[in-house]
């Protein structure tokens, strides 16, 4: 297994409850100094009150939370004591480079040796991939260009003017925080879908699952999931609605030395661009395995790749959420066990013997 996270604890954690033994025959490799995941990289300033809820790891729930703590100590705190308590064979800091086909499986390259393995389980995420459209001009802003990946809090950015660029969740939280200490101006490329009037309820989050699935099935690349649901102001958020913060503007043409330019000529000075643009899946270490589709997606079959039952990828398309991650996690562990113990099982028979399943 590749990638500690939330998805790639649930995975661990349901492979070694149905029999696979840890270390012998599970191995999670993750490339973080420590346990959280993602969650530890997080800016200091996004508190348990900020987050968008933290689903239940497998076994034990998250624990209390008053809401001030930040979310890069507790998050990390709760998946330590998880591996702990389990003690799930997590194996770190180690970077996979490349993920190659072998004669009956798959060879695993890290910096400080190789791993062979009959199964993959795939849960890096993507934090490490954040994204950042190219626009003409980028190269000669004298300012600051900062992804939300790098963002440590408001006040770094007081008393400039942010033009804070993307129609997501973060952008929408970023603009709350950073508004009350600078100017900020909000540019996005399709006009803002709010969602009013509709609680997010299991039966309406089911079908956002399925909307997104239904691309990763066609081999597409898979959309946001605020694409699907839209946008929600959350109460923390409304003062700043108050103060027109959310005011969107379409997206520039062009960056400049001192800000941008739309194509009917306006300009604006702004000191930092702020780029919540989201990010990619981390997926570099698998381009030997060729799952890409011509459409640049992978073709999917619940976590399962169409290029083979036995390459799972936990945190892709519909399961990138720490719910859907977490439900991933069981799906594959147990689409391996039946696979591979029937494997076993077949072996078994052929050579006479009997084993226990």
């Known amino acids: 297994m590749i990638g500690a996270g939330q998805g790639g604890l649930s995975a661990a954690y349901h492979l070694v409850r149905m029999g696979f033994r840890p270390y012998d025959e599970v191995v999670v490799l993750d490339r973080n100094p420590a346990p959280g995941g993602a969650w530890q990289h997080r800016w200091d300033s996004l508190t348990m009150h900020d987050v968008h809820g933290i689903a239940n790891l497998p076994g034990v729930p998250v624990p209390p939370s008053v809401g001030a703590e930040q979310a890069n100590t507790f998050v990390p705190a709760y998946f330590a004591d998880y591996e702990r308590r389990f003690e799930l064979p997590v194996v770190r800091p180690v970077s996979v480079e490349s993920v190659r086909r072998i004669d009956g499986g798959f060879l695993v390259r890290t910096p400080t040796g190789t791993y062979e393995t009959a199964a993959l389980v795939n849960a890096t995420g993507t934090w490490d991939r954040p994204f950042i459209p190219w626009y003409p001009g980028m190269e000669t802003f004298r300012g600051r260009q900062l992804h939300t990946a790098g963002y440590r809090g408001p006040a770094e950015l007081a008393g400039q003017h942010v033009l804070v660029v993307g129609g997501g969740a973060s952008a929408v939280q970023l603009l709350a925080e950073v508004s009350a ?25 089911r079908q956002v699952v399925a909307r997104v699935e239904e ?18 102001l959350r109460p923390q958020e409304q003062p700043a609605a108050d103060r027109g913060v959310y005011t969107r503007h379409p997206m520039f043409s062009r960056i400049t030395p001192t800000g941008v330019e739309w194509s009917d000529g306006r300009v604006l000075e702004v000191d930092t661009i702020l780029w919540a643009t989201g990010f990619r899946a981390d997926l570099a270490h698998l381009a030997p395995l060729h799952l890409r589709e011509a459409s640049g997606g992978i073709r999917m079959n619940g976590t399962a790749t169409a290029a083979g039952p036995r390459i799972h990828l936990v945190g892709y398309g519909p399961s990138a959420s720490t719910i859907g991650a977490n439900r991933a ?29």
């Open 215 to 232: 691309r990763v099935r066609a081999g597409l690349p898979p959309r946001s999931v605020v694409s699907v649901t839209g946008l929600h």
């Open 329 to 357: 996690g069981f799906t594959a562990a147990r689409s391996l066990r039946d696979l591979l113990r029937a494997k076993t099982s077949r072996s078994a028979h052929d050579q006479g013997q009997e084993i226990c399943a």
């Open 181 to 205: 200490v600078a100017t900020t101006t909000w540019v996005t490329r399709r006009v803002p879908e709010w969602r009013t009037g509709e609680d997010f309820t299991p039966e309406y989050g």
